[in-house]
């Protein structure tokens, strides 16, 4: 999950979720965006997403880092960095970058993922230079002092209290990812451990920043009222004359082979309804046996996705064993994927009963595999989620820069719907019979403390 | 720090120059509403849009929670989860199951004072799409499993809820707030109230809630003026003409500087704060709104944001926002903090509150504010969905037609006497309610 610079007091940010949910099932059909895109002399790539209903742009730049390239004992750093973003630049003194953007009746914000950070911008579109000046002026010149980054570390040390430490459910994830992933930095949390966090010093910070903060390391997005032609000029003036780097290699710790089966139980006295999971390592589109990536996206509609899935049907309507039932797979990461199975208890279920339910449903999938009928409607399910996505005006910008950021390319994106429509039913079967595999698995059961 | 070069200083002049145009042109409204009535009588405000096949509608039905009946607390909230769970002679997995196949987005929703729904199609499903709304609308079925099913979901929710730091403070806020009001209450219904409520219920709900002399629609998309009036006969002819009639009465808010702690064991405490605000039709509204969003709406810009936040580092999301319901009216703050910060980050909220009521604000952060509130307005209209649903928010708060593009000449006529006058009327500390959970250091609950 992509953590924000900030959680808008008083407002949720659905979109965050509504992007995770857009990318585990991309959006598509024929072409999905019809976005246009070049390349400055600097390396940087731009791309523009045309969407005409209001003189409006989504500005972003994308920066091809995340938590997964961090160093040993500095989880947290991309993220801190991403909140320190916001301070002063040679140009400009602390705060003014968004006091400018508010002022011009602008919305901004930033996210940082495992694969990527990315700043923001929505603003009139006669407004669009000055925010890609100032985006342009942080790439390079930001100036960070101890007085700034101590109260900083403050705030990040309390979004990570409200975020992980208040929610017993956050803890658990946590420590299931740390557990799934044995040496893949994936292990890591996004917001970093709190002593990580801590022990983070400007220097560390300032050298990450100058490593991967860099056009050749960067991704231009707008999306809005706006063409290449108009963009191009621009993007030359303010990005363009920004020197190139030395390229960055993304390097990671691999996976080595996972040969154990792993279990995590947290039991706490703040739990009132538990919960069980098991997520399994799974390939994705950059990441192992990358041909089941599609086949397991329907995979993933057809078993646990909605109330007319199969294991909603199966466990929470049929046998009635279950309040919720379901599956996420995400396969468009850079590094692994994972394939989750989650189930919680109708009170008085216990924990082995709803286990040995879903293991069973998992088995009937596996021998009896799925129908040819609930392929096609799972692929036209996915298919008018394409014409969906074109509605909102920074989807496509989203969609487009965590794919390019991760390592994707925008045919990835683009012939997404035609991929979808390719896959066959064996081939579906097939992903079903390798996934899963629990050798490759961690189970999380989340507990209400056992009353003495 | 400060500017020190030549360059920055032309930068800086250069963006105030920016700032001006703001003021003095406004940008031109792209979406115009119109109101749309059907052969039928029944009213919509409706925007075109044929940029993509997609339609959407939006309604809501006055009267949310709060006319739940007493021991049946939400009873509106179980309902907003079975109206899509069969209806006709289409029973719940057929119900659903065309929904999915067909990509139909369907929900329904319970506030406190609007019961509401949204349907989302493609046109080329639209035929199916308005079938099933029209009869979720008018004939449910509420048959046995979904019930019992989408009970036991609700029921799941509310457990949580019990432990959930911010549920629990809100909970709280409100029931000290309204002790003797249906505001007070909680709207989703307690576990006692959510287990008795029977399928008999349901259908009073839907025959005394949901009609047509309190509804209100909204519509975006691809469909003509002529057709959509043909269509919402189609959808919501059928439901009767009035709704049961209703009283809920106005109130104002206890607030009388009470301090709640609610000891849980938890690292961050979560701290709500709040007193009588300003209801819609108040002259001084969009003072009041222009105000909260200096103080404490803005989000990277307010002074909550940058004394709390910026300067001491004490939270992660600090915030305050306008709640202007039918019958009362709050201002509400939030903050969630280090047990052991809490007793500061209280106090700081607290000075704020005071210093905003005595000093007001400067004609410089007024004129920031509204080139940021007047400048953002367009920016809301990002999606079908949420344009919907400001149509129907309008229609909710009595708003016309062509509110959309009144609204920044409403922002722009508030003055520098409007916002401080408002501030002394509404922010005065010393009656704030205060509901902190967690343990806090240093803050103890009057008696």
């Known amino acids: ?452 | 720090m400060k500017y020190n070069s030549l360059k920055s200083t032309q930068i800086v002049f250069s963006l105030i120059l920016v700032g001006l145009i703001a003021i003095t042109s406004q940008p031109a409204q792209a979406i115009t509403a119109q109101q749309v009535t059907s052969p039928g009588g029944l009213n919509a405000w409706f925007v075109p849009d044929n940029t993509n096949p997609i339609l959407t509608i939006k309604f809501a039905f006055r009267g949310g929670a709060a006319l739940d009946p007493a021991g049946k607390e939400g009873l509106s909230n179980v309902v907003s989860g079975l109206l899509d769970e069969g209806a006709g002679n289409i029973d719940s997995q057929t119900f659903q199951q065309t929904l999915n196949d067909l990509s139909i987005g369907l929900s329904f929703d319970s506030g406190r004072d609007e019961f509401s729904g949204q349907l989302t199609t493609l046109t080329r499903n639209q035929e199916t799409a308005f079938d099933l709304l029209r009869l979720a609308l008018t004939e449910p079925r509420f048959d046995a499993e979904p019930v019992e099913r989408i009970r036991s979901q609700i029921m799941v929710r509310l457990k949580r809820n019990l432990e959930a730091p911010h549920a629990i403070a809100s909970r709280t806020l409100f029931k000290t707030l309204y002790p003797d009001h249906v505001y007070g209450r909680p709207s989703d219904g307690t576990l006692e109230t959510v287990e008795k409520l029977t399928t008999e219920d349901f259908r009073e709900f839907v025959k005394k809630r949901l009609a047509k002399d309190n509804l209100i629609i909204g519509v975006v998309g691809d469909i003509t003026a002529e057709e959509l009036g043909i269509r919402l006969d189609q959808l919501f002819g059928a439901l009767p003409d009035t709704a049961a009639s209703w009283t809920v009465a106005d109130v104002d808010p206890v607030d009388k500087g009470q301090t709640i702690v609610i000891e849980r064991d938890i690292p961050q405490s979560s701290i709500l704060v709040a007193q009588k605000g300003l209801m819609r039709p108040d002259p001084d509204f969009y003072a009041a709104f222009v105000m909260n969003h200096m103080f404490g709406g803005g989000s990277f810009t307010s002074r909550l944001y940058a004394e709390i936040r910026e300067k001491r580092g004490l939270v992660y999301s600090v915030g305050t926002g306008l709640y202007p319901f039918d019958h009362s009216a709050l201002i509400l703050g939030s903050a969630g903090t280090a047990n052991e910060r809490a007793h500061e980050t209280l106090s700081v909220l607290k000075t704020e509150w005071e210093k905003m009521a005595a000093d007001g604000v400067t004609q410089n952060e007024l004129d920031d504010a509204k080139t940021f509130l007047t400048g953002s307005y367009p920016l809301r209209f990002s999606s079908s969905g949420r344009i919907a649903s400001m149509l129907v928010g309008m229609q909710v708060a009595n708003l016309s037609v062509d509110y959309m593009q009144k609204r920044n000449s409403f922002i722009e006529a508030v003055s520098l006497d409007d916002i401080n006058r408002v501030a002394k009327r509404i922010l005065i500390s010393e009656n704030l309610v205060t509901v902190v959970v967690g343990k806090p250091d240093g803050i103890t609950s009057t008696n």
Do not use: C
């Open chain 1, 1 to 452: 999950m992509p953590l924000n610079r900030s959680r808008l007091a008083m407002r949720a940010l659905p979109f965050i979720a509504g992007f995770f949910v857009a990318l585990a099932s991309p959006l598509a059909s024929a072409s999905v965006f019809n976005p246009e895109t070049f390349m400055l002399d600097n390396g940087m790539q731009v791309v523009v997403v045309p969407n005409h209903r209001v003189p409006v742009v989504t500005h972003m730049v994308w920066y091809r880092v995340g938590s997964a390239d961090e160093a040993t004992n500095e989880s947290g750093i991309a993220h801190f960095l991403e909140h320190l973003m916001f301070k002063g630049t040679k140009k400009r003194k602390n705060g003014e970058f968004s006091e400018i953007v508010a002022r011009n009746g602008g919305r901004e914000n930033a996210f940082t993922s495992t694969d990527f950070t990315a700043y923001h911008q929505t603003i009139a579109v006669d407004r669009l230079e000055l925010v890609m000046e100032m985006e342009a002026d942080r790439m390079t010149n930001l100036v960070i002092t101890p007085d700034q980054v101590e109260p900083e570390r403050q705030v990040v040390l309390e979004e990570r209290r409200s975020r992980v430490e208040n929610e017993p459910g956050s803890i658990l994830r946590e420590h299931l990812n740390a557990t799934l992933f044995m040496s893949h930095p994936y292990r890591n949390p996004v917001i970093g451990w709190k002593h990580d966090i801590e022990g983070l010093d400007i220097d560390r910070i300032l050298a990450f920043y100058k490593r991967w903060y860099a056009p050749n390391n960067a991704i231009l997005v707008v999306a809005g009222d706006i063409t290449a032609e108009k963009l191009r000029p621009l993007a030359e003036k303010y990005y363009g004359i920004i020197p190139r780097q030395l390229d960055t290699v993304r390097q990671r710790a691999k996976e080595p082979p996972q040969l154990a089966e792993r279990r995590v139980t947290l039991r706490d006295k703040r739990v009132r309804q538990p919960s069980w999971r098991r997520i399994y390592l799974a390939p994705g589109l950059l990441w192992g046996e990358s041909n089941h990536t599609y086949p397991l996206e329907l995979l993933s509609n057809i078993v646990g996705s909605g109330a007319s899935s199969r294991f909603y049907k199966s466990l929470v309507i049929e046998q009635k064993i279950a309040v919720a039932a379901g599956v996420h797979y995400s396969g468009d990461n850079r590094g692994p994927g994972r394939f989750v199975v989650y189930a919680s208890p109708r009170p008085g279920v216990d924990m082995e009963t709803l286990e040995a339910a879903v293991l069973k449903e998992i088995d009937t999938l596996q021998s009896d595999g799925v129908s040819e009928d609930e392929l096609d409607r799972a692929k036209t399910r996915l298919l008018s989620e394409a014409i969906y996505a074109r509605d909102s005006l920074s989807g496509g910008a989203r969609v487009i820069g965590s794919a390019l950021a991760t390592g994707l390319t925008i045919d990835d994106v683009e012939k997404w719907p035609d991929r979808i429509s390719a896959v066959t039913r064996d081939a579906v079967n097939e992903a079903a019979k390798a996934i899963f595999n629990t050798q490759q698995s961690v189970t999380g059961l989340l507990l209400p403390e056992e009353k003495s």
